[in-house]
T-cell receptor, first 112, second 112 residues
Framework: ETGVTQTPRHLVMGMTNKKSLKCEQH?????MYWYKQSAKKPLELMFV???????ENNSVPSRFSPECPNSSHLFLHLHTLQPEDSALYLC???????????FGPGTRLTVL | QQQVKQSPQSLIVQKGGISIINCAYE??????FPWYQQFPGKGPALLIA?????SEKKEGRFTISFNKSAKQFSLHIMDSQPGDSATYFC???????????FGTGTSLTVIP
């Protein structure tokens, strides 16, 4: 499989659940990103990893916890989410942090 | 505070017509302006991008026009086709930075 893949594609969870989103990039890139996409809002950058090191955390609530075990994989651990966290969560990667970003298809998250 | 303002929110164009989407920014440090295309169920994909040292860039039917003094840039889609129906996002960044600021998106529908 090529490009940036994300699993699962759809996720429904209750507010007390714990789940994880997975992103994998097959492009040999060194930087990976998590974005939140809500209707009629700009894409919101959540986290940036460059060479497995977190370089940005845009005031994201602690109920979202990223993990980057290597430069090809990125996880977003979710716990005690709120209904307003329902959105499309997009993963992206780039060669380095100044380069064009390539996006995965996203995970559609619904919090009940 | 929204760094990049995009308009219109939605656009309907007849097949063969010209689609025009506009974006404006305030931060004069921005020096990289990409446009992304997103189809339903897919992540955004880079369409075309411009640096401010040129006023126009053309790739096939897609053209970016850039007005540095007005801090505005626009996407023109010539000979619009039904297959162009998608959501288009403009973005801006400082090329040496690691953050992209996205517009709110324009939903384009091309009527056969």
């Amino acid at each position: 499989e090529t490009g940036v893949t994300q699993t699962p594609r759809h996720l429904v969870m209750g507010m007390t659940n714990k789940k994880s989103l997975k992103c994998e990039q097959h492009l040999g890139h060194n930087a990976m990103y998590w974005y939140k996409q809500s209707a009629k809002k700009p894409l919101e950058l959540m986290f940036v990893y460059n060479f497995k090191e977190q370089t940005e955390n845009n005031s994201v609530p602690s109920r979202f916890s990223p993990e980057c075990p290597n430069s090809s994989h990125l996880f977003l651990h979710l716990h005690t989410l709120q209904p307003e966290d329902s959105a499309l969560y997009l993963c992206a990667s780039s060669q380095d942090w100044t380069d064009t970003q390539y996006f995965g298809p996203g995970t559609r998250l619904t919090v009940l | 505070q929204q760094q990049v303002k995009q308009s219109p929110q939605s656009l309907i164009v007849q097949k063969g017509g010209i689609s025009i989407i506009n974006c404006a920014y305030e931060n004069t440090a921005f020096d990289y302006f990409p446009w992304y295309q997103q189809f339903p169920g897919k992540g955004p994909a880079l369409l075309i991008a411009i640096r401010p040292d040129v006023s126009e860039k053309k790739e096939g039917r897609f053209t970016i026009s850039f007005n540095k003094s007005a801090k505005q840039f626009s996407l023109h889609i010539m000979d619009s086709q039904p297959g162009d129906s998608a959501t288009y996002f403009c973005a801006a960044s400082v090329y040496t930075g690691n953050q992209f600021y996205f517009g709110t998106g324009t939903s384009l529908t091309v009527i056969p």
